[in-house]
């Protein structure tokens, strides 16, 4: 079946420093890729997405490229705010049909600090 | 749009009782998610609806679970006879299938459930 490995947290950074989240899956096919977030107190929000290889998500500064060949979906930003601070999932949503459900990563917790 | 809406928020109810929680989806949205999320993990898939029709049921979904669709609308998630194993957020999730994003689905805000 799908399956997502995700970096595993915690992970606390200082403001302006660079971030990585790593983040692989396995499943058949041409599965999307997402990147959800989960700020306190608050409930899951799509933070970007792809849909094929060697696709570009981006939004909010954050990006992620879609790479088959590595199986990987790695959330990346420049320069990490004390706003950015939530919980992180990667997920994966099957191309076939029937196969519609995301699969999620367990999640990684990001602090940044002033 | 004004989002998918999940009620209650939150519900602590004793061992063995019965519970049942409401999801409304974004209005035009056709597909309908239940997903259960413990602490320190991610979201489970319990089942979906396309419609009124219940496409699929996780393992994890047990007989306690029932969950309908009864007009393509707004869906209710039951559990009987509730166990202290089934403490978790309940979330519910929508999307528009044959739609411009039709991969993308939107979460509720959830139900956090405890039983005591």
């Known amino acids: 079946g799908n399956s997502v490995t995700q970096m595993e947290g915690p992970v606390t950074l200082s403001e302006e420093a660079f971030l990585t989240i790593n983040c692989t899956y396995t499943?058949?096919?041409?599965?999307?890729l997402f990147w959800y977030v989960q700020y306190p107190g608050e409930g899951l929000q799509l933070l970007l997405k792809a849909t094929k290889a060697d696709d570009k998500g981006s939004n909010k500064g954050f990006e992620a490229t879609y790479r088959k060949e590595t199986t990987s979906f790695h959330l990346e930003k420049g320069s990490v705010q004390v706003s950015d601070s939530a919980v992180y999932f990667c997920a994966l949503r099957g191309s076939n049909f029937g196969n519609e459900k995301l699969t999620f990563g367990t999640g990684t917790r990001l602090t940044i600090i002033p | 749009d004004t989002g998918v809406s999940q009620d209650p928020r939150h519900k602590i109810t004793k061992r063995g009782q019965n519970v049942t929680f409401r999801c409304d989806p974004i209005?035009?949205?056709?597909?309908l998610y239940w997903y259960r999320q413990t602490l320190g993990q991610g979201p489970e898939f319990l089942t979906y609806?396309?419609?009124?029709?219940?496409?699929?049921k996780s393992r994890l979904l047990s007989d306690r679970f029932s969950a309908e669709r009864p007009k393509g609308s707004f869906s209710t998630l039951e559990i009987q006879r509730t166990e202290q194993g089934d403490s978790a957020m309940y979330l519910c999730?929508?999307?528009?299938?044959?739609?411009?994003?039709?991969?993308?689905?939107?979460f509720g805000p959830g139900t956090r459930l405890t039983v005591l």
């Open positions: 609806f396309q419609n009124e029709a219940q496409l699929e």
């Open positions: 499943a058949t096919g041409y599965p999307s």
């Open positions: 209005s035009e949205h056709n597909r």
């Open positions: 999730a929508s999307s528009l299938e044959g739609g411009k994003s039709s991969d993308t689905q939107y």
